[in-house]
């Protein structure tokens, strides 16, 4: 069964830090292009972040350009988003989605439950 | 970038009735070279993640009940649920991935009159 399962979220205070960790089994990781789509409280989606499956081409919405980066160890099967520079508008639940091919303009069949990120003082 | 507009922002369907969600791009999703339109559907339904219902615009994800079909080209398109049933309820989002950045519609809450 594919399984994707987030990790690493919590409370932070503006201007910090946290990764995120996305830990996939069931499939062939290194196959597939990986994405971060985040929903903040009561609204809807939004795409974040896409990585190619080897890793070699990243892509980045534009409020997250240079302070997000994405990531992926394809020897321990999982995605990383490091975070920097946080903001109150970042306060979200965060998505690692699996896409169906090796990316990036791409739909996501397998999502994880999320893991909230809160960005408050 | 592409805007996706969805149609409309809620919707209340009796049961065993046909629900209509439309779903509009600033652009066409059409690559001509495959003919093959870039819009998906998912459905959200409350405290869980989107689960992938429809791609290509038409073809059902496995295990997806077949009264939840998608339809159009180009620019427009629908999701037609043909028989409400209470576990329908839910937040409905149409996406692009005809190019990065990929963009979702703001969803249309689904409930039951």
């Known amino acids: 069964e594919v399984q994707l399962l987030e990790s690493g979220g919590g409370l932070v205070q503006p201007g910090g830090s946290l990764r995120l960790s996305c830990a996939a089994s069931g499939f062939t990781f290194s196959n597939y292009a990986m994405t971060w789509v985040r929903q903040a409280p009561g609204k809807g989606l939004e795409w974040v972040s896409t990585i190619s499956g080897l890793g070699s081409s990243t892509y980045y919405e534009d409020s997250v350009k240079g302070r997000f980066t994405i990531s992926r160890d394809n020897s321990k099967n999982t995605l990383y988003l490091q975070m920097n520079t946080l903001r109150v508008d970042d306060t979200a639940v965060y998505y690692c989605?699996?896409?169906?091919?090796?990316?990036?303009?791409?739909?996501?069949?397998?999502w994880g439950k999320g893991t909230t990120v809160t960005v408050s003082s | 970038d592409i805007v996706m507009t969805q149609s409309p922002d809620s919707l209340a369907v009796s049961l065993g009735e046909r629900a209509t969600i439309n779903c509009k791009s600033s652009q066409s999703v059409l690559y001509s070279s495959s003919n093959k339109n870039y819009l998906a559907w998912y459905q959200q339904k409350p405290g869980q993640p989107p689960k992938l219902l429809i791609y290509w615009a038409s073809t059902r994800e496995s295990g997806v009940p077949d009264r939840f079909s998608g339809s159009g080209s180009g620019t427009d398109f629908t999701l037609t649920i043909s028989s409400l049933q209470a576990e329908d309820v839910a937040v409905y989002y149409c996406?692009?991935?005809?190019?990065?950045?990929?963009?979702f519609g703001q969803g249309t809450k689904l409930g039951i009159k």
């Open positions: 989605a699996k896409d169906y091919s090796s990316g990036p303009d791409d739909y996501m069949d397998v």
């Open positions: 996406q692009q991935y005809y190019s990065t950045p990929c963009s």
